[in-house]
């Protein structure tokens, strides 16, 4: 699907209308003198495809027309689209009508209305060129937003108004705005055929690849983290248990692993052959240290806690003797009488504050005296057992020596003991982490499948990601320019231009044309003459839409060119549109020019539109035919007698 234009039309406030009808898949001229309306073509074009701000100049045009419209050409029948002209010194409006038959008949003023706004108009103008959903990824670490392509993009390849098609700096269409001129480095890849629909296909297809991939490696990861980093732990036990002599079997599989372990684990220590006889007074040696260490340690707990109450008794008694030293003072006051007198400064004491009687203090000294006495006459019974329990320990610590030497020289005696004593430890040691690791590991499933699984997501990811690869995509445009090139370069040499004689190039990182000299490449914005610029910018776009003719790319098939002949043929000297005041060189190369793009409209046999505005008029029988309308003498776009607002 692609789109062409049939008509443009304009219509005046009071419901009357012009209609400029264009030749499908031919070239179209309009040739006319200055001030009638030409170059606001390109933008009634861009407006009328969704165009964020009207540029059709503040004047005539704007003033004495209410809407503009598109009769179009579509792959299967035709639509009509239009756009309410925005009030004086607004940008746009959001009012837009569109139709769609097999063939549309223009419809009058009074029939149009809002029936959509910029972005359902918008949404169905890709449509109909073929864009499907592309979407741009800016590379990992770039700021960018993603970018969707529309007809928006597409257009910067259709249009050259005048002050574009001299320009050295700038190719294309929009792109002295950087904003525009990276959009249209995401999205070229696209239109080119580098990155065609199937692309995008395959991406949302890695997409989900890669989303299952991570799903099944994320369940394999957890399984095998239960299982110890795979059959890494279980076959390092098993390992273990058959150097230990525990078992004989071995395994291959992760679950012949986990069987034998079981197995392992339900060995009993006792039945293993250990040749006890040989350690038998090893045994009771070993016994028998068990019982004086028991013995020992009940002892000395005994006279730890016998000597704490020694320590107690004697605190008790020190306390006591000072506290008794202190109430004998009470005997100054045995032939004393009791009053209420202090007996320091002679003053009476209140009721409230009377010291304690003689009476109780003597009461209170007795006491102590009794247990002062008690406590002393039991110091020698505390003494007497710790001596005592000090008499039972001896004997024991003598036996615990006499039973180390003993257990010395019979380990000395029997290295063999010695073995078997750690060879048991190893095993008690083996089996009880053999134990531990079947008791802490849940019953996981067989993942044989899921390893399957995962080995052919690998290979459809590998697979698509190296289709998908930036390598890739790489080699098909470098492919395409290379066709390009081949194009551009026969055009050049065709149009005589400066640098034709090498080898030129599109540069899609700086969106300009470049020729390979033996000195180097050469880039547009340095080369001479405004000759140089228009032609380059000529091939450049013919180029491109041969490309995208013959690749069926989705892009609208037609291309605006405003006055390309302005170099040559300068307004100021038009009268009448003939060449005739000028050289006979400028003359041969307008030709040339009109010639050429005369020529690759018709190879590619109806399926690209050039419109022209122009001021020369070349007597030539095939510029004659192309020539569709002729504004001079009063002819222009806008009629004189419409009216404004």
Known sequence: MTIQILDLVIYSHNGLNRTLSFQ????????????????ALVSIVDYCFCSGQCRVPEGPIRRSVAWFGLRIKLANGQAFIARRCPAPHAVSTEDCYFEVAGDIVIPDASALRQTTNTFGLQSLLSGWCGIRDHLHEPAAGETRRPLSA???????????????????????????????????????????????????????????????LRSCERQLSELNALRGTGTGKATSLLSEARDAALTSASAST??????????????????????????????????????????????????????????????????????????????????????????????????VASPPSVDQI??????????????????????????????????????????????????????????QQ???ARQGHILGRISLYLESMPELPDTAALEIRSQELRRQFAALEEELSDDRIRERIDSILSILGQNMTEWAHRLELEHSAYPLRLDLKKLTIVADTIDGPVSMDRMGSGENWVGYHLIAHLALHDWYVKRARPVPRFLFLDQPSQIYFPPETDVDGSLESRGQEDRIAVTRMFQLVYDVVESLRGEFQVIVTEHADINEPWYQK???????DGTKLVPDDWPRV
């Open 24 to 39: 499908a898949g031919k070239l179209n001229i309009i040739t006319g003198a200055s001030k009638t309306g030409k170059s």
């Open 362 to 419: 003597k009461a209170e000294l007795t006491a102590i005296s009794s247990k002062l006495e008690f406590v002393t006459n039991a110091a020698p019974q505390v003494q007497s057992a710790i001596t005592e329990l000090e008499a039972k320990l001896t004997p024991i610590q003598n036996a615990l020596s006499r039973n180390r030497a003993q257990l010395e020289a019979v380990k000395a005696s029997n290295e063999r003991l010695q073995v």
């Open 626 to 632: 192309s020539v569709v309308a002729r504004w001079r």
């Open 150 to 212: 529309s007809v928006r993009h597409a257009l910067a390849f259709c249009f050259q108004p005048q002050d574009e098609i001299i320009q050295r700096q700038h190719l294309f269409h929009g792109t002295a705005d950087n904003f525009v001129a990276q959009a249209m480095k995401d999205t070229l890849p696209y239109f080119l055929g580098g990155v065609d629909d199937e692309y995008v296909r395959k991406r949302e297809e890695l997409k989900r690849v890669r989303e299952q």
């Open 422 to 424: 750690d060879l048991a």
């Open 254 to 351: 992760w679950e012949q692993t986990i069987a034998a372990l079981r197995e392992t684990a339900k060995v009993s220590l006792s039945g293993l052959d250990s040749s006890t006889q040989d350690g038998a007074e090893f045994a009771r040696l070993s016994a028998e240290r068990e019982r004086l260490l028991e013995t020992q340690r009940r002892l000395r707990a005994e006279i730890d806690l016998t000597k704490s109450f020694q320590r107690e008794e004697r605190g008790f008694a020190l306390e006591a003797q000072e506290q008794r030293a202190r109430l004998n003072a009470v005997s100054i006051f045995d032939q004393a009488t009791p009053v209420h007198i202090c007996p320091l400064c002679s003053h009476e004491l209140p009721p």
